[in-house]
Every structure is written in C-alpha cells, then in structure tokens.
C-alpha cells in the first residue's frame, strides 16, 4: 500500500461532508479496488470513516446513528455500475409524495436482482429495461411516480399533487428524455406539463 495513495485517499474523504455516504468504487482514480477498500478500512479504525458494509463507508455526521437506507442505496448503486430508479413506495416516499417510511427500499436497475439487509430495512434491487440510463435521476424518479400510481389512480388530484411535487423540473427536457417510455406514461408527462405551464399563466 503506497502511502501517496492512502494520503489521497485520507484527503479525499476528509473533504467529504458530515454524513457523507461513499463506495469502494468512487475512489478508483486513486488506486485498485483491493487496495482502496483496505486504506478505507484503516481509516474506519482510526474514526473517520465508518464501514457499513462490503464496499460501502461513510462519514459519521455527529447526529444520526445511520445514514438513510437511500443514501446507502445509491453508494450500492455506484459500486456495482447500475443505473438505478427508486419505485413503488420508496418512489412516493422520496417524492414527498406518500409519508410513510418504506419497511422495505425498493429499486429498478439495470443491473441484476440483488438484495441487502440494513439497518431494520431491506434495499431490494430488480432488474429491469425500463431504466433509462440517459435520463436525468428526477426524471427517472417522475416515471417511477407515475407508475406507483397507475393509470386508474392518475386522477386531476393526483396530477396536481405530482406538478407540485415535481414544480422542480424542466418539462420541455423531461418530455424529451422520456419519448421512449410506454405510450401511457409519455401521456402522462405530457398532462403533467401542461398543467405547470397553466400554473404558470395564471
């Protein structure tokens, strides 16, 4: 182990901010896989970063005990390359949409089936096609919204609570990254546009 590289390495994390949640993979510029998770470790023993489980650490905020399932999720996400979506429930949840805490953190991936236990949770990962890997992550989170909804549930109420909840996005950009999903969603989108730009006007 160079000890250049475990100074990087230490800089890098040190830099990161309180709460921070990070993979093996996000330090690959500075040295191999094997090599970075054992400088990781060693700095696990020495409190600056804490392991959460193989191949994911993070730094210790002062506050929680643990950092969000979400978090972690996505540290996963990057470590195995997957491009990832929240859905269902988790989907809501994050959107601000639903105020109950998913039980268990659901997520399309490009990637292979793949589940973790954490905390009191589960992170559950399913393979689909249907995650675009040129959209933008809100993007991906509207579609899954959509869907966790259904087409029997995206009543007038419904669309509003979603522009609201979205009031973020640029839906000329979020139409054009969501052209080659299922007819019903790009309709959906569409809607949902026109109802912000009528916001807007009145």
């Keep these: 182990m160079k000890r250049s590289y475990y100074r990087q ?13 990070f993979a093996v993979s996000d330090f690959s510029d500075i040295a191999s ?3 970075v998770s054992k400088m990781l470790t060693r700095l696990a023993e020495k409190g600056t970063a804490e392991k959460l ?3 994911i650490f993070w730094k210790p905020d002062g506050v929680r005990m643990k950092p969000a399932p979400n978090d972690v999720a996505e540290a996963l996400a990057r470590e ?3 491009d990832v979506a929240p859905s269902g429930n988790t989907a809501l949840y994050l959107a601000g949409l639903s105020a109950d805490e998913p039980g268990e953190w659901t997520y399309v991936t490009n990637g292979t089936y793949r589940s973790y236990r954490y905390q ?13 890997e040129k959209m933008s992550a809100r993007s991906r989170l509207l579609v899954q919204c959509i869907k966790a909804f259904g ?9 509003h609570r979603l522009v609201t909840a979205f009031r973020d996005l640029n839906w000329m950009r979020v139409r054009e990254e969501t052209r080659h999903a ?19 006007l009145m």
Excluded: D, Y
Excluded at 120 to 132: D, E, L, Q
């Design 9 to 21: 390495l230490e800089t890098r994390v040190r830099e990161l901010p309180l709460g921070a949640v």
């Design 33 to 35: 896989p094997k090599t």
């Design 53 to 55: 489980m193989r191949g």
């Design 80 to 82: 195995n390359s997957w």
């Design 120 to 132: 009191n949770a589960r992170i559950r990962f399913t393979h689909t096609k249907a995650v675009a």
């Design 151 to 159: 087409r029997e549930r995206l009543t007038e109420e419904t669309q």
């Design 182 to 200: 299922a007819a019903w969603i790009c309709r959906a989108v569409v809607t949902l546009s026109m109802i912000a730009v009528m916001r807007k």
